[in-house]
């Protein structure tokens, strides 16, 4: 964020910040972002998740009794 905030300071707003997945804290690195009005993409590791403000989770369908084996 600190070189950022130098480019700012200069007064030049990049068109687009990007970013990769290594940042510590991404939630924040991220909220940063946003409060300073910039347009961005960051690479995202494999144990993010990502939900719809409207999500309703449910528990997998497990069944009760193992299917029966066809032997013919």
């Given at each position: 964020m600190e070189t950022i905030n130098?480019?700012?300071?200069?007064?030049?707003?990049?068109?687009?910040?990007?970013?990769?997945?290594?940042d510590d804290d991404a939630a924040?690195?991220?909220?940063?972002?946003?409060?300073?009005?910039?347009?961005?993409?960051?690479?995202?590791?494999?144990?993010?998740?990502?939900?719809?403000?409207?999500?309703?989770?449910?528990?997998?369908?497990?069944?009760?009794?193992?299917?029966?084996?066809?032997?013919?």
């Open positions: 130098e480019v700012r300071d200069q007064g030049v707003k990049p068109p687009l910040t990007v970013a990769d997945a290594g924040q690195f991220r909220q940063d972002l946003e409060n300073r009005d910039l347009t961005y993409v960051i690479g995202v590791n494999s144990a993010h998740t990502a939900f719809t403000i409207d999500i309703h989770r449910t528990a997998p369908h497990r069944p009760t009794k193992a299917p029966a084996l066809d032997r013919r």
